[in-house]
């Protein structure tokens, strides 16, 4: 009997401990693959380069909504495309803007697609509703709103508080949005004082400003903790706040932490927050995919890491910089590009129709 009680206490440590959880992945290609041609549902359209790295061709932004649908924004056409779960082709949106559509610009004596010049970041709200943010050459730009028809709110207007200002993503929890934003000068502690995060409610009007924090869908509110935290991931929670004026964390309460230690030099970039308010940290390197989920409901860390498997990918496919996607579901998935050429060779395309855009999930 003693044994027992003994075992049920050793259990019941290890699934409650704060500590590290390691899990086995593996990665599962989506049915169909994404080509850069004219025809319906393709990137490029034929507006691309004829020669060029396949990196060259990756669309501005991929994200996944609540239905599984891929939406992705096409860096040539500006076109955003809605695909569904096995990545067949529902729906192409034109952002409507004279700088887009196949608009050229002699620029060094060169045909240059003016589209070229901006980026598109995509998020979604808990309806569905699609927001793009559109950056020139890093600076704002304007902000459009989507329902979950493709159609376009033509009254969402979020002002003109970031009229010269840096702004190329933003993120949406809790009904706000929140644009980060930089004044272009690292040092300039006066612009951080002010918030340099800019809040609005998801009608577009402007709530205030703020320093960088995360928050789940019930209000829980999450900080990364950087003080006297080397080779450490530590992520404090706060008590929610019905505020909603309320956008710096200096007068919250942290009521737990979570911390998942790092080896030397690592740095796990932010991946997003899911429906049930894990945080996902994520990153690749030569040899393997590492990274974090912290679970402040389950008071665990769970490890990323995927090594035999990624290797193998990695004689397959070109991997871009930054290829990870998660769902709201929390589910991740991966960005692969191959030139469908024997040799491997990544440096140059010559034929952009060969190239194809595939995506693995990683499933444990």
């Known amino acids: 009997m003693k044994i027992n009680i003994i075992l049920l206490i050793v259990i019941w440590f290890i699934l409650n401990n704060t500590a590290n959880f390691a899990q086995n ?11 850069i041609n004219k025809n319906f549902g393709s990137l490029g359209k034929g507006l691309q380069f004829e020669q060029a790295e ?54 060094e004596n060169k045909n240059y697609l003016v589209a070229l010049d901006f980026n598109i970041d995509l998020e979604i709200d808990q309806e569905n509703n699609l927001y793009v943010l559109i950056s020139k050459r890093g600076f704002y730009y304007k902000m459009l709103k989507y ?131 894990k945080i996902y940290f994520i990153t690749k390197n030569i040899n393997e995919i ?19 498997k990624y290797k193998e990918l990695k004689n397959q496919f070109l991997i871009p910089h930054n290829p990870f996607i998660l769902s709201p579901s929390g589910e991740i998935f991966m960005v692969a590009i191959s030139t469908g050429t024997t040799q491997n060779n990544w440096f140059k395309v010559n034929n952009f129709k060969a190239v194809k855009f595939i995506i693995f999930k990683i499933k444990m």
């Open 147 to 277: 329902d979950k028809t493709g159609f376009w709110n033509k009254s969402f207007d979020i002002g003109t508080q970031l009229e010269g200002i840096m702004a190329q993503s933003f993120y949406i929890h809790n009904q706000k949005i929140f644009i980060i934003t930089s004044s272009g000068n690292p040092f300039d502690r006066q612009y951080f004082k002010k918030g340099n995060i800019f809040v609005y409610n998801t009608s577009g009007i402007f709530l205030g400003r703020g320093d960088y924090y995360l928050e789940d869908n019930t209000g829980n509110i999450y900080k990364k903790n950087n003080i006297n935290k080397k080779n450490q991931l530590w992520i404090d929670q706060y008590s929610s706040t019905n505020n909603n004026q309320l956008f710096f964390t200096s007068s919250l309460i942290i009521t737990k932490s979570l911390y998942a230690n790092l080896d030397d030099n690592t740095a796990l970039p932010f991946l997003g927050i899911d429906n049930t308010g």
């Open 54 to 107: 396949p990196v060259k061709y990756l669309p501005d932004d991929i994200i996944i909504d609540k239905d599984r649908n891929f939406i992705i924004c096409d860096k040539f056409s500006k076109k955003i495309i809605k695909y569904d779960s096995e990545l067949n082709p529902l729906q192409e949106i034109q952002i409507t803007d004279d700088n887009f559509g196949g608009k050229y610009i002699d620029r």
């Open 25 to 35: 992945y593996r990665f599962l290609p989506i049915k169909n693959t994404i080509n």
């Open 290 to 308: 590492i990274g974090k989920i912290f679970d402040f409901n389950r008071k665990k860390v769970i490890d990323i890491s995927v090594k035999k």
